[in-house]
């Protein structure tokens, strides 16, 4: 896919005003791909890979007025690579590796990428806090580890992916939590807690229940909450955005690989889209 070309763009004669324009888009997108630039203009705050944008291309998009987050893994290292800081543990059902979060080398490498990425982002998107909790001395360090890039990256804004018994002793260290896989799930091997198989479904009623549950935790603690659902069809996709509305709550629906700038949206639904933005009609 071509880049857009950044230095043509041009903002309008008549910009809306920055609260109204925030107020029109969408909370919070979470996009793994590369370019679709226009279409992140839809939401308040968008989730990216820092690798896969230039620092000019994550300017553009903060002169549009949106806030843009790095993801950064604090629990687990996906780069593949044998590193000192790995734990003995097998992969992931992800394809990522336990680190020992204590380890002086995986914290600096941490520091280096907040330092090196805080004057181009508007904050970061903290993962795997909750690899953690499988050890209370590996929890410590993990406390410490999202204390140190609170005071690393000032004030820029930090939302968590769940880690949400830990909020509690994380009170004013983190601006947001967001509850991935609300309502509905992907499931990357045989799904070990209904015993179901691998793929997209929604959540049986004590799993909707626990979320619920969840929800109720961080809005205690007074934080940001957002929510991301996972679907591959149409009923799935309504499920979620449905039970996060009786909720009150924001969330972003997609695939597994988060590579879908807009999110899900069924096969139907495009093709009705495209025919409307040509004049057209669909037959059946």
Known sequence: MRRPRLSSASPPASPAPEAALARSRYALALYYGQDALPLLTRYQRVVVQPGHFSDRQVGWLRQ?????????????????????????????LWKT??????????????????????????????????????DPRQ??????????????????????????????????TVNGVLIEA????????????????????????????????????????GLEVF???????????RFALRRAASFNLSTFVSNRELNLPTGYTPPSTRAAKTARSRGGSLSH
């Open 64 to 92: 549009r007025g949106v806030q843009v987050l790095a993801y950064l893994s604090l629990g687990e290292d996906g780069s593949g690579e044998d590193q000192e800081w790995l734990t003995p543990e097998p992969p992931t």
């Open 97 to 134: 590796r336990l680190v020992n979060v204590s380890h002086p080398a995986w914290r600096a490498r941490i520091q280096a990428q907040v330092l090196r990425q805080k004057s181009v982002f508007n904050g970061f998107f903290l993962d795997t806090l909750d690899s953690a909790t499988r």
């Open 139 to 172: 929890l410590r360090a993990m406390l410490k580890l999202v204390r140190l890039v609170r005071q690393w990256a000032g004030p820029k804004y930090l939302l968590t992916n769940r880690g949400i018994g830990l909020l509690h002793r994380l009170r004013g």
């Open 182 to 221: 609300f309502s509905t799930t992907w499931q990357p091997g045989e799904d070990q807690t209904s015993g179901g198989p691998a793929g997209y479904r929604a959540y049986t009623k004590p799993e909707l229940e626990y979320t619920a549950h969840l929800l109720g935790q961080v809005r205690r603690q």
């Open 227 to 237: 929510a991301l659902d996972y679907a591959d069809t149409a009923q799935l996709r």
